[in-house]
């Protein structure tokens, strides 16, 4: 906008210029966070869930159901993690395998819920982050495969 744009004419009242220029600029700031939010919504509307299993066998039966199930885009399975972790008063140590989970977090209950269903421990880890940025189509694909 140019500087005239803001110069306040000293002719005019300032009751005209608040009810002139201020809703203008109003509806300015109302459409650029709206345009932003609705970015920024589309970006967090993907989630990463981590969710650690006791081997690489049951990692995929979960991984599997939760694909076919269309609560999961793509799992990735990592063997061979060291999980240290204090359980009933102890310090514990063993060998895991991280799931890596992408999906929509809208479908985060009925994810954590059919986990917890299939899940050989009692108290299985499912952790959701939300994405906060990254490759657009990707994101896109991710919401388009689920359900």
Known sequence: MSAAFWAIPLSLP?????W??????????VLRASVLYTFINSMSACC???VTAPNPKEASKIS??????????CVNVVPGI???YRWQGKIEKGRETLLIIKTKRSLIKS???RIKEMHVYSLPEVVALSVV??????????QESVK
């Open 111 to 113: 994810l954590v819920g």
């Open 48 to 50: 990463i869930v981590y």
């Open 133 to 142: 940025d990254g490759s657009p189509e990707y994101l896109k694909w991710v």
């Open 20 to 29: 002139v220029r201020l809703p203008l600029v109003a509806l300015i700031l």
């Open 82 to 84: 060291k999980s240290y």
């Open 64 to 73: 599997v159901a939760l694909v076919q199930e269309r609560l999961a885009a």
């Open 14 to 18: 300032i009751n005209k210029l608040i």
